[in-house]
Each structure stands twice: as C-alpha cells, then as structure tokens.
C-alpha cells in the first residue's frame, strides 16, 4: 500500500476520462488544451495526481513507436513528474494496451489492476472501474482477448499507419465516448460499481472508492464513513476529484 501525506496547503487531484483523439484528433484539441490548462493550475498545491484511465480514447505501444499527437499533454506531465510531484496512471479500456512508455519516458507508473492508497489515513481504493462488478460479461470477455499475449502480439504485426487507424475507428465506433445511460444515476440496483462497493466493503473497509469509466459525477454514501465518487469526464463535465481534509468533486471551468 502506497501512502500518502498532504503538507500544508497541498492537495491531491483525481481526473479521468479525457478520451484525448475522438472523434478527431482535431475535435478534441480544445478538450486537451483545457486539460493541460487544468493541469497547468494544479501544480500549484498538488501533493500527488491521479489519472484513472482513458486519457488516450485508443492508445497501443509498438515496441519503438506510439500514437501521433498529444505532444501538450505529455510534455505537461513530464514537467509536472520532473518537478517532483507524484503521478499515478490507471490504464482504462480505451488505453489498456499500455505498457511501459509511460514509465520508461516520464517516470509515471503504470497500473492495470484497482490499487490501495493511504491518503492521509483515509483507505482509498482506486481503479478505473471497468469490468467490475456484475453483468457487463460482454466487456469482460472482449477485454480477455484484447489483453491476451497473443493477440497483443498479432495486432503489433499490423503496420501502425493501419493499426493505429483501424484502433481509432473500432474505438469510436464502439460507443468510445458518453452514451445514453451515462447521462444520468441509474440507481443502485443497476449501478454495478455500487454493487461492487458494497461487496468490497463486506471483506473490508475502505473509507473511499475512486473511479472513472462511467462518465457520470456521482457521490454516493455507501456507509456513515465509506463513499463512492465517480470522476465524470472531460468530454461533456470537465469535472475532477481533489482531496485534502474530504473528498470533492468540482468542475473546472477555465
């Protein structure tokens, strides 16, 4: 367990879900200059970053090549890195197939499972939320191809002007941004990442759930001192989680 201490007047901050590149790379550039504006401001008072996932709406690393683009965001990070403040990365399903370019270029970890954190004594468990809890077998079965050695390994045979363009297709084209049930609490009967809250809290306490993928804030009160928050997105909500004393979830509005 990764733990965490705030010094006076520091922050830690939660964002996900910028799905940099869709619909276009041109369509979401304005998305990314608000984000790295964002990220801009925070370094201010930023004990620590958390990024949970779908930052890239399609990412896949070649053993010497990456997609095109996102040069701001990423010299951004590496700036934020570079100064000292610790960045943690949670690999979503849009950009699950990274592997070490993050680490090897901007010293960021890289994590493709829910963590624990310490967050000044408060138990955080943190994920990107996909593929957990009930139903949603669908998706589960998909991501066990699409993350199987083998398929990883014919996908990279591909020439990256076809996989990288076939990537970014199969990506939009498969609901890659906000859709219909995201628009709105579906309440905790059908709100999976509820269930599996609550079934995490059978086995363990936790005073916080941090997650991203459903593109919805929420905050919801799964116990007198345990919570579920969802982050939203920066593709309709431009919203984010900061954390010093509680947890809150805000709207960046540069």
């Known amino acids: 367990m990764i733990s965490i201490t ?3 007047n520091k922050k830690v901050y939660f964002a996900s879900d910028q799905h940099l590149g869709a619909p276009t790379h041109e369509a979401s550039f304005p998305r990314e200059k608000k984000f790295v504006a964002w990220l801009d401001e925070i370094k201010e008072d930023a004990e620590a970053i958390f990024l949970l996932g779908d930052l890239f709406d399609f990412w896949f690393e070649y053993k010497t090549v990456v997609p095109k683009g996102f040069v701001r965001t990423l010299g951004k990070l590496a700036e934020i890195k570079d100064s000292g403040i610790p960045i943690y990365f949670f690999v979503g399903n849009h950009d ?3 592997h070490d370019y993050f680490k090897k270029e901007l010293n960021i970890p890289v994590f493709h499972k829910p963590q ?3 967050i000044n004594n408060k138990i955080f468990f943190i994920g990107h939320g996909d593929g957990l809890g009930p139903k949603d077998n669908g998706y589960k079965r998909m991501k066990k191809v699409f993350t199987f050695p ?3 390994w014919l996908f990279r045979w591909l020439h990256p002007d076809l996989g990288v363009r076939l990537g970014q297709y199969l990506s939009v084209k498969n609901k890659m941004i906000s859709g219909d049930d995201d628009a709105k609490y579906l309440g905790e009967e059908k709100e999976w990442l509820v269930q599996y809250c609550r079934r995490k809290l059978s086995q363990a306490h936790y005073d916080y759930f941090v997650f991203g993928h459903r593109h919805l804030p929420l905050e919801v009160q799964l116990e007198e001192n345990s919570m579920y928050l969802n982050l939203g997105d ?6 984010y989680g900061e954390f010093e004393d509680s947890f809150k979830i ?3 509005n540069q």
């Open 234 to 239: 920066w593709i309709q909500y431009f919203t």
């Open 6 to 8: 705030t010094s006076k």
């Open 150 to 152: 083998l398929f990883k």
């Open 250 to 252: 805000l709207k960046y």
């Open 116 to 118: 624990v954190f310490k």
């Open 96 to 98: 699950m197939w990274m």
